[in-house]
């Protein structure tokens, strides 16, 4: 008998969709998807997913098509206002079966929708906001408020936070208060036809370091669109941010360009958070991705630390879908999701940040620049390196009992260390 019939996910963001294919594609188990919102979101948000995200996208069916609409990048560079080059790495693509893909989230959230309504079992609710959440020993329930002022009740075996930085879920958990800190710095997220690289000879991405004009382009998709982001002063409004964007193209940006040069898509302002939820777990209620943790963008690390976050509780409820694992791995899923994330996520992300500006960074700056030059230099070292970052997901089929697990979290007497 089945232990898992129903998943109830809230947030239709790229985490929640993935979680949900995984478990209606692989394991045959009824998903119900909540979004306050009436479509997906468009604003520009990431477009870059490391090896680590591609091994869950494998598991899940999808990487074909994101193949075939996005595409591999060629390296990763560092550089000075002037264009002038400081360190790069992966100047040609990567081969292997996890290399990474370049596809934006506004265009993969489509595909993800695509895939999960395809499979039997499964639903997407818009217009359904999460006011509430009630559990016992047996159930999880959503408590929500549709845009026709409905209020309904909708219940699982368990409920899964994937609603974003803003979550209701953690809300609902934990009130209002998301432990960490929002950083002096803000962002504003621009996409931009502007061939940089035609122009200016830039690499598929590009990390521009200054004290005041740092940014980042990257080209994002096959035809040509690229994805600026770039630092403004924490005092502005969105409203001023985004009325002097043109201004800080001209100042930054190589060539000065003007509205007339280039052809700009989409922007959104963000303010920099790194911040961690007390716990990922509570009962038969969890969190994943921003809902769970925040940091900022520079390095990929918030979208593919999220993803990693999936492929981990994804092992879980397979785990307790078969009887392989407890109920309890949830909370060492908590625990490594978390520890990973203060370890790994929070340092890396703010190193990365901090390389692009601050002059306090600039000795952790060359050395890490000397790493990049040993990569392009042993191309063996230099895969490895690339690989590093599946360190971010965590296998917790490891703890399956068939396999020498304990099914909380441990090994038997045998099993491994």
Known sequence: MPKINHVVIVGAGPSGLLLAILLARNLSIKVTILDASDKIDSNPRAAHYAPSAVYDFTRAGIIDDVREQGFTPKGICWRLKDTTFLAGMGREPEQAEFAMVVLPLDRLGPLLVKHFES?????????????????????ATALVETTKGEKKEISGDYLIGADGASSGVRTALFGKEYPGETLKQQIVATNVYLPFDERHGYWDSNFICHPTDWYMAARITKDGLWRVTYGDSEDLTREELIKRQPKRYEEILPGNPKPGDYKLMSMSPYKLQQRCAPSFRVGRIVLVADAAHLCNPFGGLGLTGGFADVGSLYDCLHGIHIDELSPDILDKYSSVRKGIWRDMIDPMSRANFHRLWDPAAEKARDEFFKMCDKACEDPVWGKSMAQSVMAVRHDFEQYFKSKGGDGVGGFVDGGKA
């Open 119 to 139: 499979l039997p079992n499964t639903e997407i609710l818009w217009g359904h906001k999460l006011v509430g959440v009630q559990q016992d020993a047996d159930t």
